[in-house]
């Protein structure tokens, strides 16, 4: 049977995951629309910036984090000074997942916005729109579903996240612990059983989500045959 | 009246383009890869390198060395791509209005005028992927205009689409000229589209001006297939419906000059096909190959081709292995192919007399 701990871990998984989420989704959207219309030199560069989460292992990545906001550094004396606490709260579980996802979403949704077609760009200009509102009203709308399913992918990516986590937030029951945490505690400690049913709850949220991203994708592709 | 004296560099060369265009609609012909897109682009605004300067009615919207760039949005400039680019998410309203800032009385209003001068009024709630190439081409043309820019540039509507399409776009084109009254810049390799839409005409080569002026004295048949091999020289017929027998489907046009929508006088009734719809009346395009002209050196007898009618010889000029001579009946010109062996049996020749014989079939209806 699920005990209200399982649920409490659920419910502080799906806080972090979700603020993760909601978080990247602006600056993740902004830089893909970036990428995409960008023939610059600087493009590979922020490209290449952008992949290393990916490529990383994710304690490497929660090593620069940890530098970049403790008391050694200028960022994280700033924090401290405007009173932000952020090491081993459930908001660093967040920046950590906020990280690790943030090319998913990014590479889906800079492809979602590479095959907006882009002389239909150019006819909205001719029509009277500047960037801005050719943006929201052609590229946002032709690429929401590539965009949706990388928010889904960067979700699904933020409630496994374990490497860099548990070196900024660290693995503390109610706090910080989340779903990757507390099954690696359980089993580490022996609770196989426990460990199983976090398992188990995982695949499902995972699950859901996975299959949620399938039909949007399924929906965007059979879109694009039709035009 | 657009002036503009431009740059852009292109592979393999740059575009360097010097002109002052007056006219209601120019053509703009050049081979392929001769810049004519990148020409249109740089007018519209859609190249960001492009130096030099360039106004339209006394406006500038470019000056590199001023560094004035008007960008797109504030040119008031329509712009019809080789593909008709619709907006997919949106159906064929929504594309129409889309450029509208009227209230939404006064943009339904404005929607449904440019959608009825189109003839495709009926559309307003389809989606692009279900629409016709013509259709489509239709749509785009009518979202240009809605906006009432102050010159709309179409680059070769329907090349992508078969003949038959492709034509059909052209009285739509003439009404957009007569009726919406705005000034275009118009890219084809059609001459007898050029000459029916056009009354100046630019050539392009490899990115220069190779000739401009009025159309009829740039547009010789020699210049334009020098440029374009595919270039064709059909004849556009425009007229006025006198009669029509929908028994026989027939039916009398009264011809006039279809740049200029004046009375081709001297010019014969001539005889074409009807098509359900068709009234006494009304306007009517066709075109007829100039494959399908036939020449005679004397009046024929006995013969089955409806239309046979005196006319004068113009022009004479070799084009690769055929020859296109063009004659003048009235005010109404006709433009001939025919073979080299046929210009010397019939003793073809500048101010000779000769019998055109054109069959009802070989006018192709346009709209």
């Known amino acids: 049977m699920i005990e209200a701990d399982d649920i ?69 004396r700033a924090l401290s000074g405007a009173g932000v606490e952020i090491m081993f709260t459930w908001k660093a579980a967040a920046l950590a997942s906020a990280v690790m996802s943030l090319p998913l979403l990014v590479r889906s949704a800079r492809t979602a916005f590479e095959d907006v077609d882009p002389r239909l760009l150019g006819v909205a200009r001719t ?101 | 009246m657009i002036d503009l004296s431009i740059r852009l560099a292109l592979e393999p060369f740059a575009l360097e383009v010097e002109l002052a265009l007056a006219g209601r609609v120019t053509a703009v012909l050049g081979p392929s890869g001769s810049g004519k897109t990148s020409l ?30 008007l960008p797109p949005e504030r040119r008031q400039i329509g712009y019809v791509p080789q593909e008709p680019a619709l907006f997919p998410h949106l159906d064929v309203a929504a594309n129409v209005r889309y450029g509208l800032r009227a209230d939404p009385g006064e943009s339904n209003r404005r929607v449904a005028e440019s959608l009825a001068l189109l003839e495709i009024g009926e559309l307003g709630t389809r989606y692009p992927h279900t629409l016709s190439g013509g259709e489509a081409q239709r749509v785009a043309l009518a979202r240009a205009i809605v906006t009432r820019p102050r010159l709309l540039l179409l680059d070769e509507p329907l090349a992508a689409l078969d003949a038959e399409l492709r034509h059909r776009i052209l009285p739509y084109l003439m009404r957009v000229r007569d009726e919406a009254k705005i000034p275009m810049i118009h890219v084809t390799h059609h001459v007898g589209e050029a000459l029916a839409l056009a009354d100046e005409a630019v050539v392009l080569r490899a990115g220069r001006v190779e000739a401009t002026g009025p159309v009829r004295n740039v547009l010789t048949p020699k210049l334009v297939t020098s440029v374009r091999g595919d270039a064709t020289f059909e004849n556009i ?32 009734l001539l005889t074409v096909p009807a098509f359900r719809g068709l009234q006494r009346g009304a306007q009517a395009t066709y075109r007829v190959a100039s494959e ?72 192709d209806r346009l709209g």
């Not at chain 2, 029509?244 to 014969?268: F, N, W």
């Not at chain 2, 006709?334 to 054109?358: D, H, K, N, S």
């Open chain 2, 292 to 363: 399908d002209v036939l020449l005679l050196r004397g009046a024929p007898a006995g013969i089955s081709a409806r239309n046979v009618f005196a006319a004068r010889v113009i022009g004479v000029e070799t084009l690769r292995t055929d020859v296109l001579v063009r004659l003048q009946t009235g005010a109404l010109e006709w433009r001939a192919l025919v073979t080299a062996a046929a210009v010397r049996e019939l003793e073809i020749a500048p101010q000779g007399e000769l019998f055109i014989a054109i069959k009802t079939h070989s006018f």
């Open chain 2, 237 to 268: 017929v425009h007229g006025v419906v006198a009669e029509v027998d929908g028994e026989i489907a027939i039916a009398k046009l009264t011809p006039l000059i279809a740049a200029s929508g004046q009375p081709a006088i001297g010019a014969p």
């Open chain 1, 8 to 76: 409490s871990i659920l419910g502080l998984s799906l806080q972090v995951a979700l603020t993760a989420t909601l978080a990247i989704l602006p600056i993740g959207v902004a830089l893909a629309w970036l990428l995409a219309g960008w023939r610059g030199r600087g493009r590979i560069v922020l490209e290449s910036l952008l992949t290393l989460p990916l490529v990383l292992p994710p304690t490497a990545i929660g090593i620069v984090l940890l530098m970049l906001l403790s008391e050694d550094s200028a960022f994280g």
């Open chain 1, 127 to 227: 029509l009277g729109d500047g960037p801005w509102r050719v943006f929201r009203r052609v590229a946002l709308p032709l690429a929401w579903r590539g965009i949706a399913a990388g928010t889904l992918l960067a979700f699904c990516r933020a409630l496994g996240e374990f490497g860099a986590t548990i070196l900024i937030a660290g693995n503390i029951p109610g706090r910080t612990q989340t779903l990757a945490l507390a099954i690696f505690h359980r089993s580490q400690v022996g609770r196989d059983g426990d460990a199983l049913r976090l398992v188990a709850l995982t695949c499902f949220v995972a699950l859901a989500a996975v299959y949620a991203t399938e039909r949007l994708g399924r929906r965007h592709g059979i879109d694009r045959l039709a035009r």
């Open chain 2, 40 to 69: 249109l682009e740089v007018i519209a605004g859609l190249r960001r390198r492009a130096e030099g300067r360039a106004t339209l009615d006394g406006v500038t919207f470019l000056d590199s060395e001023r560094r004035i760039r």
